[in-house]
């Protein structure tokens, strides 16, 4: 393994970074803490995890990064994204649930 590589068991195993973090630990906070269309901010955004967790469940964000080549590295990741299908269901679902409730309620 080359150095500012991160272990394959992570899900980020191609990316150079020195510490990525598993894509779905941010999906699931941002599913958890925020509504579609609210504003996540990551101040340490590295190699965009959380930006793309933002996007993929219709999230804004902003993100801050000293490091231009990071920089680059995030925004390489966000133009080549296409949410997986399962998110979308989940948004699916959960706004069907929100009209269900307001109908109702």
Known sequence: R???RSSPRNGSHSLPHPSPF???????LILLYTNIGDVVLDP???SGTTALAAKMTQRQ????????E???????RLAALEPPPV??????????????DAETG
């Open 2 to 4: 080359r150095p500012g």
């Open 22 to 28: 598993p894509l779905d630990l941010p999906l699931r």
């Open 44 to 46: 340490f955004m590295g």
């Open 61 to 68: 964000y902003i993100g801050y990064e000293i490091s231009s």
């Open 70 to 76: 990071y920089c680059a590295l995030a925004e390489e």
């Open 87 to 100: 998110i979308e269901a989940r948004l699916a679902r959960k706004k069907a649930r929100k009209q269900k």
